[in-house]
């Protein structure tokens, strides 16, 4: 397995840790989310000049057909400045329930103007009452003449109350089924939110929402396999955003531990806190490991793909919590106060390993699947 980059792939990652160093400091950060949608249109619109909004679709559709790499790449770095832009939630997940089951007509409708900045798209699949983790959906849809009707709720839409379109769960009578539906379409009725990370959110309910036929992402019935790998190429984006978090909240942590004086001295200086940087450290570069692993597993065998992805999320979940408790720790009082960027980096890390499943949710995938590795 070759794990060293393309000239190409180099060059991407350096514009966008530049233009994420340049244009995405902590204190531009703050002001962005104070802004009335809690993100940035222009930083959106720089994202789509440099290209990254296209990056995972097809050239055939419009985009630049990069791979699981790429996005590894962009991810990381989107991580590091803590990026609350709609990237997952347009590109990856709407993006990609789009490329997984839309029809030539459907993509050729909305993929150019995802690339170019001008469309924000949502999955809205989380339900009110429902079981964590699911894929099931109580909201329904029923025939209504030639088109649907949908009826139901949805809670935590990242970035559902910005969304143009929504990308809807909801169940038909062959099952569980994915529909595109208007975010302004009458009897929806967004409520916009926060999520305790600072990514915007929102509620939405659907009173007898009708849609045209063609509104019908896939076959009826194809969600109960679109959505788990849609979740699976999700789950390797965030592992790739929550190795970024990780690598700035470490570069914080031991540049504070450099800089802070106690008894006369640098607290670097201190062996104890010394270990606990070193455990840091093996912690994020196993996540890095096992974020290029879910990376490069998006090509592999459904079954292989399945245990990888899983056993990265286990990973950064587990660490993410581990390096932002012992980050705020070695801080102290500082690294929970909202002026200082180690404690949005712990919400991001915390919410990242609630997304799509968590760590212990994965880790009872991988049991109920045989463990890791498949039984020869």
């Given amino acids: 397995m070759d794990f060293d980059l393309t000239d190409e792939q180099r060059l991407l990652s350096d514009s966008v840790i530049r233009f994420v160093a340049d244009r995405y400091g902590f204190e531009e950060r703050l002001k962005i989310m104070k802004e009335p949608e809690g993100w940035s249109r222009a930083v959106w619109g720089e994202m789509a000049e440099l290209g990254l909004l296209g990056m995972p679709f097809s050239e055939e559709d419009g985009g ?25 939630s347009t590109v990856i997940l709407a993006g990609g329930a789009l490329r997984l089951a839309g029809s030539a007509a459907q993509k050729e409708a909305r993929i150019p103007a995802i690339v170019t900045g001008e469309r924000i798209m949502a999955l809205a699949h989380s339900e009110p ?25 949805k809670v935590a839409v990242l970035h559902g109350a910005s ?32 999520g305790y990370d600072g990514v915007p959110v929102a509620s939405i309910t659907f009173d007898g929402v009708t849609v045209d036929v063609d509104a019908l992402l896939g076959a009826e019935g194809a969600g109960a396999t679109i959505l788990p790998a849609l979740f699976e190429e999700a789950n390797a984006a965030l592992a790739a955003e929550a190795v970024g978090a990780m690598a700035d909240t470490l570069d914080l942590t031991t540049d504070y531990l450099k800089t802070r004086q106690q008894f006369g001295v640098s607290i670097g200086s201190f062996q104890a806190l010394q270990h606990r940087a070193v455990d840091m450290l093996i912690q994020l570069e196993l996540s890095r490991s096992m974020a290029t692993l879910a990376a490069l597993s998006l090509t592999a065998e459904p079954e292989e793909r399945r245990r990888n992805i899983a056993a990265a999320k286990v990973q950064i979940g587990r660490a993410g919590r581990f390096i932002g408790q012992q980050a705020v720790q070695m801080h102290g009082a500082i690294g929970i106060t909202a002026e200082y960027k180690v404690g949005h980096a712990f919400k991001r890390l915390t919410a990242i390993d609630a997304l799509f499943g968590d760590a212990d949710h994965h880790v009872d995938a991988l049991a109920d699947a045989g463990g890791l590795v498949a039984a020869a």
């Avoid at 630049?64 to 997952?88: C, D, W």
């Fill in 129 to 153: 009452g429902a079981l964590r983790h699911t894929l099931e959906a109580r909201t329904t849809a029923t025939r209504d003449g030639d088109g649907w009707r949908i009826d139901g709720a």
């Fill in 64 to 88: 630049f057909g990069a791979g699981g790499v790429e996005t590894m790449l962009v991810m990381e770095a989107l991580g590091r400045g803590l990026v609350v832009e709609p990237y997952l």
């Fill in 163 to 194: 969304a143009d379109e929504l990308v809807v769960s909801a169940r038909a009578d062959a099952g569980t089924s994915l529909f595109l539906v208007p975010g302004d379409a009458s009897g929806v009725r967004r409520v916009s939110q926060r």
